[in-house]
């Protein structure tokens, strides 16, 4: 599904400069559940930023279905973020200012889905992470692990192929957490690809392949035999 | 995203920032109030400025007396033994100025009055002014505004001592200058000649007795006066200075007028009563565009009768009513000679009656001048406006990019969602348009209140020029709001340029 080949990626400071990633080769199969873990600061978000084109690198190629994406526009990798990807992030990342049914809604208006077809799958998706008496609620009047699933309602919205989470439970109590990595774990049975990125060794070995970072290069790639 | 979902977007932040919002709003809304008000403002002083410069009036130079108004006034009746040239301006100094003065086109007399029609002796005031009259024993002229049963109007007619209910009387002068004619009769008969003086208009049976109207306006004018202004007959002709000269009791009607007064039947040749004369009409004008300056009203609905002391026979000796004529006008058909015109004229007029006797004044260069400063005047102020709408716009400027920093974190998030950058650049200045928009909207609501400030304080009405021009309000208020949304592209590209990534991470 996706190739990176020889990945890169150095953030200018000016006086200095911090190599994030280093020489990156990774192919991701559909239908992987994809754990990324290492120290903190050897690169995992900058990674799952380039695989989510969030960000673009300095040197190798990005290949999306065997195509290369460094050609494309602004516009095109933005419809791609739109319709193919979802993310997931540690602090949830909703719109304070809109409900979690109009948080849901916002990636079917981007999609140019209409009003209500829009309203209509937002409601079935939230009804989907189970938050069918939150619709209208606003994120600061949720709870950590309900926002996070407003935020996996809306990752899902477009129907993504892939899911990237960075550290989806890193700011959840434990059960909570689990809840959040049964849904995960329950997408990647549909068939979504799923790249989730870690601390947890035992979150890391839910996965069914673990790749360890350390210092912006692959330490190992290990896959869980199913 | 369609352009509905932006707007609905931009509400709900707009509406999560009220008072924020409302304060740019409410800046902007005077700037572009205050904007498109100067814009309407410039172009309705500009126009008519222009109406004036074109107006016949503005192309005059005018002469006058300087001097004690009460004086002149009372010298407004002379019986002719006693015509004193000095005291007051008439037909012969107009006359003599027209021959020595080469530079002028046209000179004539043009007082406005207003018209009565009919005889002015109703029974009780038949009584009264003859008992007055009589009371007086005769000594002395006939003065004031009801020489022809007129009352003047507007600045053209030096009248000081007419009626202001527009009732037909007579004063009698305080002073006994302008009657040296002492005229010793019995009172008994001296009402009886002033009763057959004054008639009732009833006993001659060609004037129309019946019209349709109480009374009208117009001038008293002398023959080059329709050359002057642009005006000729239609039908029949105007009269001229030799028909003045001539003693003939003639008038010439404005063609609404003409048609008002005499609707069925052609106006030429029938006599009308106005006041204690009787005239005849002899021309009635083509339409015309010219209007009053003071009143605007149109000249079409003005009638015209010469400007002359009406002579008539009392107690066997001439008398003649002579309007104080305080005013005479020049007129020049190319106004580059405008200056040689008035230095000739000053010229003619002091060598006639002495340095600062009379007043010379082309109002062309009044206006002129006074067109300058005011000039001044509004482009100081279209700067404060244009200042006020800068400092609003500033200030949105700021509350944008305050924005876009404080949403930094959402735009990264609506980028990993899938908006492109020329998606958040348009959300964002969608936004700042929506506020500007609001501005400019209420700005146009405000704006006629701002305009009706300026011109109250700034010009004189001419009632001639319909100044209240939407469109010039509307193209101001364009302008402003462009301004406006202007400002607000720098943030929004700001907006687009953040880097995701980085806005993401940034805790
Ligand atoms: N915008 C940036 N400018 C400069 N350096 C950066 C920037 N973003 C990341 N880095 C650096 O790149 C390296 C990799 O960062 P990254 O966020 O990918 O690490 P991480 O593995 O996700 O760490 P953590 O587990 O703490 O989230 C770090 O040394 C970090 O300081
Ligand atoms: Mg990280």
Redesign the interface.
Known sequence: MITLEGIAKTYDLGSSTVTALRGIDLTIDRGEFLTVMGPSGSGK?TLL?IL?I??SADEGRYLLEDNDLTTLS??E???I???HFG?V?Q?F???N??SALENVM??L????VRGSERRDRARALLVDVGLEHRMGHYPNMMSGGEQQRVAIA??L??NPSLILADEPTGNLPSDKGEEILQILEGLNRDGVTIVMVTHDDRLGARGSRCVRLRDGVVESDTRRAA | MSWADRLWMSIRHIRGRLVESILVISATAIGVALVAAMFAFIRSYDRQTDYLLSHPAYREITVEVVGNETEITEAAVRFDASVSRAISLGTADLARARASVAAVDHGYLADAERFVVGSPLTAANRTAIASQWGAIGGTGGIAGGGATGARGQGSGAADGQARADGEFGFTVPRGTEGGTGTATMDPEQMRAQFEALLGTGDDDAAVVSELPVDGFSGYRVTGEFFAAYGLRAAEGTVFTNEDIEAGNQAIVLGHDLARTLFPNSTAIGSRIRLGIQTFTVVGVLAPTGVRSIETGTSFNRLGFVPNAAAQVQFAGRAISFQRPTRTLRFAIDDSSRLDAAVQQLILFFDSEYGPGTTRVTASLNALTSERQKLSRILAVVLFLAAAALFIASINLFNLMLMRVIKRTRGIGISRAIGASRREIFRQFINESACMSLTGAAIGLLLAPIAYGLLRTSLIADVGAVDLMNWLYFVIGAALALAVSVLFGVYPARQAGRVDASLAIRSE
């Open positions: 978000s930023h989510g969030l960000d602004d516009a990798l933005s419809r973020r739109n319709e993310f992030f602090s990342n909703l719109f200012e809109f916002f990636p208006m981007y999609a140019g809306r990752a919205a477009n």
